[in-house]
């Protein structure tokens, strides 16, 4: 037995003709259908859907430390990945190479006080036209790469704590506060290899790439219930999405350096819930039917994410004063496909 809607087939023809021209129909067209409707709520946040992130440093924060000469044995005090302050004892650096390098750093003292010396003599005889600009040449040129020579051992020393001619070794301090790195963790140690680095802790951040389209709106990321704000975000894409990186994360986030993990997005825009139950799909788009007198009027919206009952939505019109039809959505779609009802 066929059971109808209630719908003259006249009505329905008018009907499905009227929605074509001007995606509407006739409530009173609809005739027995049971309908309902709900008023979106408007919303000045949302969450979005969960983006692939990964705790990493900011370009260029890192603070290398090298070794000054090829080392024998290297023994650290501290362990991977701790915090440690300035001029804390990071390094055992063993072998005959040490007090060889030590040795370099007291000739290299030498031979710059006595270019300093004899730059200092002739630098009024030079002036009076005493020397030769040839011979004065010649001495500030042993005077200034005696200088750099020696600064640049000298500001290594600088962070050495102490020495031990029993063992033939020395300890190596932090020039500076932050997370130790340990980027050799396998011998051998020459000359200007990477003995360590240290991560300054404000550098240590959230990098998660949002879609181009989110990104502008993109407030903050929530980890477990730690929110952490955004600080900046990229100006060049890669593909349809850009970088963000969050504010310094905090200790009591439990995040790692290099922590790869999943985090929810928190977008700062003003957008829509509205009944999962009101959304339906039209020509590949997703619309609902706003309610005007006695007609029912399709509009397109964009579906920004969800929760288990409601879609998140934003629309160019402003729906928290609209009517969304909340009931029989599909019997009515139903009908502006021409299908009608059994």
Known sequence: MMVKYGVCLSCLFASIFSLAQAESIDIKSLGNIQLSYAQPQKVASYEGSALPAHISML??????????????????????????SKGQAIVRLTGPEVFHYLAQVEAASN???????????????????????????????????????????????????????????????????????????????MTGSQLFSLVPSDSVRVKVNVPMSQSLSLSAVNINQCHIAIDSISAIADGA????????????????????????????KSVYMLPKNSVFSWDQDSQILTKTGETLTSLTIDILGSTPEQYIVASDQDLSKIEVLAESVAAVKGILLGLGGE
């Not at 603070?63 to 915090?83: A, C, H, K």
């Not at 970088?243 to 790869?260: D, F, I, R």
Request: net charge negative; aromatic share 14%; glycine share 4%.
């Open 59 to 84: 370009p260029g924060s890192e603070y290398w430390v090298s070794t000054p000469e090829n080392i024998q044995q290297v023994s650290f005090l501290v362990t991977q990945g701790q915090m440690v």
């Open 241 to 268: 999405f850009v970088t963000a990186w969050s504010l310094p994360v905090p200790k009591e986030c439990n995040l790692l350096l290099g922590q790869q993990l999943t985090v929810i997005p928190e977008y700062q």
């Open 111 to 189: 031979l710059y006080q006595l270019a300093n010396t004899r730059y200092e003599r002739n630098k009024s005889l030079f002036k009076n036209g005493s020397i030769s600009a040839d011979k004065w040449r010649e001495i500030s040129q042993d005077y200034f790469a005696s200088y750099l020579e020696y600064e640049h051992m000298h500001h290594f020393m600088e962070i050495v704590l102490s020495t031990d001619a029993a063992t033939d070794s020395f300890i190596v301090s932090t020039p500076m506060a932050g997370m130790v790195k340990f980027n050799l963790l396998s011998g051998p140690y």
